[in-house]
C-alpha cells in the first residue's frame, strides 16, 4: 500500500510537470474559446474546454467554408464588374 | 405500562386497609377457574419436572396459559380483587426476590453459559410457582409455604407473576456480561421490587408484565423481553431480551435440550390445558415479529453480539470505503478517457498534427484555432472587402503594384482573383452553380462601385476594417504578385506562422481552384489570363 502510493508519488511527480504545463495549456486554450472564454477558469474542465475547442474548431472550419464560398461566389460574379472596375482602375 | 401504575397504587393504598387473608373470600368463582388451571398447571409441573426433556411440544402451550390466566387475575384486580391481588404480589415479590437470588447464585456459576443460566433461571421460576414438587432452595421452600397458603388461587398469579421474575432474575447475569448498561437496569428493578415490602411495587412489576404478557400472550422470557423492551428500548436491554427470545422461539421449534428444559418447566403449568395449542403458531409469529424490533434495539447494544454486528459494520464501512476509492478511481479513469477522447478527436481536427504528445497536440491545436480565428475573421472582413476593394485598391495601388511593374489594371485583374483561391482551399469543391442566388445581391453593387464605398466602411468597424485591409493587402499582395507557381515561395508578408504551415496545403487548392475556374468560367478565366500575359 505504502509501496505503491509511494510510487504513485512519483509517477505523479514527473507527471506533474506536463500536468502543469497541459493546465497552462488548457487555460490558454480555453481563453481562444468565446463559449467559456467568460467563465472563471477553476470551474471548467479539461474535458469540457477539449469538447469546446472541438466544436470551436468545427464551427471555424464551417464558417471558413462558408466565406470562402461567399467569397469565391462573389468573386465569381465581379465578371462583369471587371470591365468597370479597371475601367475605374484605368481612369485614375 | 405505565397507566398501570395508578391502579396499583390504589391498590396499595387498600392494602393498607384490608389484611392479606381477606383476600380470598370475593374470588371464589375466578378461585375455581383457577384451581382448574392450577390443578392442571400443578399436573404439568410435576411432569415437567420429571419429564423435562420431553416436553418441548407443550411449551408454546404453556404461555397460551399463562396468558389466558392473566386476564382472569385481571378481572378480579380490575373489581375488587386489590386485596388478593396485594397478597398474590406480596407472596409473588417474596418468591421474585428469590428468583432474583436464585438467578445471582446462578449467574456467578461459571459453567453456566447464556442461555443455560436463563433456562435455569425460568426452570427455577417456574419450578418455584408450581411450588413443592420442586421445592428446591430454602428461598424456594419459602416460596412453597407461600404457595401453600394460597395453593389454589395464587398459582396462576403466580405463574402468571413468577413470570415477571425471570426478566429481574436475567438481570443479574447482564450485569455480569455487561457490567455498566445494565447494572442501573436490574438496580431499579431490583430496588423496586425489594425496597417496597408492601405489594405495590411489586404489584407494579406484576401489572407491567402481566400487560405485557396479556398483549403478548409470551412465556415469561418473551414477558421479561417485551418488557424489557417497553421500559428499557433506549437501553441495552433489547440484547437479552433478544437472546431470551431468541431462545424461546428455537425452544418452541424444539431446539436444544437445555432451552426446551427451560419451556417445558416454566409453562409446564399449562400443559394439561388443551386449549392453548392451536394459539401456538400465534405466539410464534408474534415472537418472530418481535425479533427484529429485538435487533433493532441491539445496535445500541454493547453486548458482544452487537460487537459482532459492529465488527460486521466497521467491516461494511470500510468496504464502503474501499468501494468508495474504486468509485472515485472509475470516475477518475473516466474522466482521463473523456479527455483522451477529446484530444483524438482535437487531434483528427487539427491537420497535420502528428503529435503523441498531450501539450504538443494542445499547442498545435491553440495555434490551429488561433490561425482559424484569424482566417475567419480575414475572411469575414474579405467578404466585406470585396466591394470596398476597389477604393481600397486604389490607395494601396502604388504599395501593392510596387514591385509588379506591370499594368494597374493587370493587377487589379490578378488581385481580384488570387485572393478568391486561397479561400476555396477550404472548400475545395465550392459549387459554383449556386453563385447565381447567393451573388444576387452583390451583381448590382458591383455594377456601381462608387455606391459601395460608404456602405462598407459602416458594416464593419474600423480598427477591424483596417486590420482587414491590412491582410487582405497583404494577400493580395503575395498571391496577386506571385504566379500560382511561384506561390512556394515563403511570405514574408505573413506574419501568422500557420499560414506558413498552411502554405504547401494552399498551393494545391489554389491549382484546383484555379482549374475549376477555368472549367466553369473559361470566359473569365481567359479573359483574365490574358492580362496576366501581358
Redesign the interface.
Known amino acids: 500500500m505504502s509501496s505503491r502510493r509511494s510510487r504513485s508519488r512519483q509517477t505523479s511527480s514527473s507527471r506533474n510537470i506536463t500536468d502543469d504545463q497541459i493546465h497552462d495549456l488548457v487555460s490558454k486554450l480555453q481563453q481562444l474559446l468565446p463559449e467559456i472564454r467568460n467563465r472563471s477558469s477553476d470551474k471548467v474542465s479539461a474535458s469540457r474546454v477539449l469538447q469546446e475547442t472541438c466544436n470551436y474548431i468545427r464551427n471555424l472550419n464551417r464558417e471558413v467554408d462558408d466565406l470562402s464560398e461567399r467569397l469565391s461566389e462573389l468573386l465569381a460574379t465581379t465578371d462583369t464588374a471587371q470591365a468597370a472596375i479597371i475601367r475605374n482602375l484605368l481612369m485614375q | 405500562m405505565n397507566y398501570h401504575v395508578p391502579d396499583f397504587d390504589i391498590q396499595m393504598d387498600d392494602e393498607d386497609e384490608y389484611p392479606i387473608h381477606h383476600s380470598k373470600k370475593p374470588f371464589t368463582q375466578q378461585d375455581d377457574e383457577i384451581m382448574e388451571l392450577l390443578w392442571q398447571n400443578g399436573q404439568v409441573v410435576m411432569q415437567s419436572q420429571n419429564h423435562r426433556q420431553f416436553r418441548k411440544p407443550l411449551a408454546p402451550a404453556t404461555t397460551t396459559t399463562a396468558s389466558r390466566v392473566i386476564p382472569e387475575h385481571r378481572e378480579i384486580r380490575s373489581t375488587d380483587a386489590d386485596n388478593y391481588m396485594n397478597q398474590h404480589l406480596f407472596m409473588q415479590e417474596d418468591e421474585m426476590a428469590s428468583w432474583l437470588f436464585d438467578s445471582m447464585n446462578e449467574v456467578e456459576d461459571p459453567p453456566f453459559n447464556r442461555h443455560d443460566f436463563s433456562s435455569e433461571t425460568i426452570f427455577h421460576s417456574s419450578a418455584g410457582s408450581a411450588g413443592q414438587k420442586h421445592g428446591g432452595g430454602v428461598i424456594q421452600a419459602q416460596a412453597t409455604v407461600r404457595e401453600s397458603e394460597f395453593v389454589r388461587q395464587s398459582r396462576p398469579a403466580v405463574v402468571a407473576a413468577s413470570r415477571p421474575p425471570i426478566h429481574p432474575a436475567r438481570k443479574p447475569e447482564m450485569v455480569v456480561n455487561r457490567t455498566h448498561n445494565f447494572t442501573h437496569f436490574t438496580n431499579t428493578n431490583q430496588s423496586n421490587t425489594r425496597s417496597e415490602p408492601g405489594a405495590s411495587s411489586s404489584s407494579m412489576i406484576a401489572a407491567g408484565r402481566e400487560s405485557t404478557v396479556v398483549d403478548s400472550c409470551d412465556t415469561p422470557i418473551m414477558t421479561a423481553k417485551t418488557y424489557a423492551a417497553s421500559r428499557l428500548s433506549e437501553t441495552v436491554r433489547s440484547a437479552t431480551a433478544e437472546t431470551g427470545c431468541v431462545s424461546v422461539s428455537t425452544t418452541g421449534k424444539a431446539a436444544t435440550t437445555t432451552l426446551d428444559m427451560t419451556v417445558t418447566s416454566s409453562p409446564g403449568c399449562s400443559s394439561g390445558s388443551a386449549e392453548p395449542v392451536h394459539r401456538e403458531p400465534e405466539l410464534d409469529r408474534k415472537r418472530k415479529g418481535r425479533e427484529p424490533e429485538e435487533s433493532e434495539f441491539q445496535s445500541e447494544d454493547v453486548d458482544f453480539e452487537c460487537r459482532e454486528e459492529k465488527k460486521q459494520h466497521r467491516g461494511s464501512t470500510s468496504a464502503k470505503r474501499s468501494r468508495a476509492a474504486e468509485v472515485h478511481n472509475l470516475s477518475e479513469r473516466k474522466?482521463r478517457d473523456?479527455?483522451n477522447e477529446?484530444?483524438k478527436?482535437?487531434q483528427e481536427?487539427?491537420p497535420r498534427c502528428n503529435k503523441s504528445d498531450?501539450?504538443s497536440m494542445?499547442?498545435e491545436?491553440?495555434e490551429?484555432?488561433?490561425s482559424?480565428?484569424l482566417?475567419?475573421q480575414m475572411?469575414?472582413m474579405?467578404?466585406g472587402m470585396?466591394p470596398m476593394m476597389?477604393p481600397g485598391?486604389?490607395q494601396f495601388?502604388p504599395a501593392m503594384g510596387m514591385g509588379m511593374g506591370m499594368g494597374?489594371?493587370m493587377e487589379?485583374?490578378m488581385g481580384?482573383?488570387r485572393?478568391?483561391m486561397p479561400?476555396?482551399?477550404?472548400?475545395p469543391n465550392?459549387?459554383?452553380q449556386?453563385?447565381?442566388t447567393?451573388?444576387g445581391p452583390?451583381?448590382p453593387r458591383?455594377?456601381m462601385?462608387p455606391f459601395h464605398v460608404p456602405h462598407v466602411p459602416a458594416a464593419a468597424p474600423d480598427s477591424s476594417r483596417m486590420q482587414a485591409e491590412n491582410q487582405s493587402d497583404n494577400h493580395l499582395n503575395s498571391l496577386g504578385a506571385l504566379p500560382p507557381d511561384q506561390s512556394r515561395i515563403p511570405n514574408p508578408n505573413f506574419a501568422d506562422p500557420y499560414q506558413q504551415y498552411l502554405g504547401p496545403h494552399q498551393v494545391q487548392q489554389l491549382m484546383q481552384?484555379m482549374n475549376q475556374?477555368n472549367v466553369n468560367?473559361p470566359?473569365?478565366s481567359g479573359?483574365q489570363e490574358n492580362p496576366e500575359k501581358h
Not at chain 2, 479561400?423 to 472548400?427: A, C, D
Open positions: 474522466r473523456r479527455i477529446k484530444m478527436a482535437l481536427l487539427i498531450k501539450a494542445l499547442d491545436a491553440i490551429y484555432l488561433k482559424l480565428q482566417q475567419v475572411m469575414s474579405g467578404c470585396v476597389f485598391i486604389q495601388m494597374l489594371g487589379m485583374g481580384m482573383n485572393p478568391v479561400f476555396p482551399n477550404m472548400l465550392s459549387p459554383l449556386t453563385a447565381a447567393v451573388a452583390f451583381g458591383f455594377a462601385p481552384a475556374q468560367r470566359g473569365t479573359s
